[in-house]
């Protein structure tokens, strides 16, 4: 009867040593989720702020500060932890592509074949 007993416990402790990596990785990924579902909020927020500094700042690097500065004043009024690097590199990936989409010229020529 006692192995009977140590074979259950054995299957028991097999069968949390299997589900306890499984457990953790969906709570990563809810909080993957959770975080990505404000991300367009963000983005929209990030993009309204990059607007309203064009017109107060001369330099791009007094812009950004300020971006900066509005967002992590926003998140911590509100109690919600935020990546401020991932934000520094979200501005100058929008800057990055707003000046290649501002300084794009219609093609001259046709290409060649």
Do not use: H
């Amino acid at each position: 009867m006692e192995l009977n007993w140590v074979e259950i416990v054995i299957s028991i402790l097999t069968g949390l040593a299997a589900a306890i990596p499984l457990v953790v990785k969906l709570v990563e990924y809810v909080q993957k989720a959770v975080k990505e579902k404000n991300w367009n909020k963000m983005l929209d927020m990030v993009m309204d702020l990059m607007q309203t500094a064009e017109g107060m700042f001369e330099k791009g690097a007094d812009r950004k500060e300020w971006v900066l500065a509005m967002v992590k004043g926003s998140a911590d009024s509100i109690n919600y932890d935020i990546d401020i690097e991932a934000i520094s590199q979200l501005i100058d990936s929008l800057c990055d592509m707003s000046k290649v989409v501002n300084n794009s010229e219609a093609p001259t020529e046709t290409p060649t074949e």
